[in-house]
T-cell receptor
């Protein structure tokens, strides 16, 4: 079956580092995405991993291990505006390249 | 680019009424997706099109839901008759499938409330 697991909520302090984990079990794999969604807004693209390793983009980094079905999103130098939901999504090529989203992790950044 | 455009942004209707949601994808994109998001179930894929052809509609809840994409620049999602449990935010997203990477760009969503 298709399953993507993320923690429901996390809290971190402004200026700190936080790691949001994602594990997945899908029929196939053709890339993993992280999206950010602020309350009341649409999801917006953050990162894409298709090969194992770390992809860095400014304050945000994303890691993938295909053999472990595992990814994490690392946010550095947290800012209050980073308070949002973070959605892990896997692109599954079986049945026509469907993208399956996790339930999301709500991150609260406190002063 | 204006991004993905959805209308209406908000819809309040009574149970039993027909609801039509509209989407204009980003020009040049060849895939279009309809999602539904609720607190209980998160973001669910309802249906997606590639080159205007429905590829996977397994997420469509039941026969009350239908979607069309008559051309590359327009799609509709229709609910008839609507029920209170259909209340949710409906997102349309589009993407350009080129090689391995495919980034989906989401519209602002339609907030539907069925009374």
């Amino acid at each position: 079956g298709q399953n993507i697991d993320q923690p429901t909520e996390m809290t971190a302090t402004e200026g700190a580092i936080v790691q949001i984990n994602c594990t997945y079990q899908t029929s196939g794999f053709n890339g993993l995405f992280w999206y950010q969604q602020h309350a009341g807004e649409a999801p917006t693209f953050l990162s894409y991993n298709v090969l194992d390793g770390l992809e860095e983009k400014g304050r945000f980094s994303s890691f993938l291990s295909r053999s472990k079905g595992y990814s994490y999103l690392l946010l550095k130098e947290l800012q209050m505006k980073d308070s949002a939901s973070y959605l892990c999504a896997v692109r599954d090529p079986t049945g026509g390249f469907k993208t399956i989203f996790g339930a999301g992790t709500r991150l609260f950044v406190k002063a | 680019d204006a991004g993905v455009i959805q209308s209406p942004r908000h819809e309040v209707t009574e149970m039993g009424q027909e609801v039509t949601l509209r989407c204009k994808p980003i020009s040049g994109h060849n895939s279009l997706f309809w999602y539904r998001q609720t607190m209980m179930r998160g973001l669910e894929l309802l249906i997606y099109f590639n080159n205007n052809v429905p590829i996977d509609d397994s997420g469509m809840p039941e026969d009350r839901f239908s979607a069309k994409m008559p051309n590359a620049s327009f799609s509709t999602l229709k609910i008839q008759p609507s029920e209170p449990r259909d209340s949710a935010v409906y997102f349309c997203a589009s993407s350009l499938v080129a090689g391995a990477q495919e980034t989906q760009y989401f519209g602002p969503g339609t907030r539907l409330l069925v009374l």
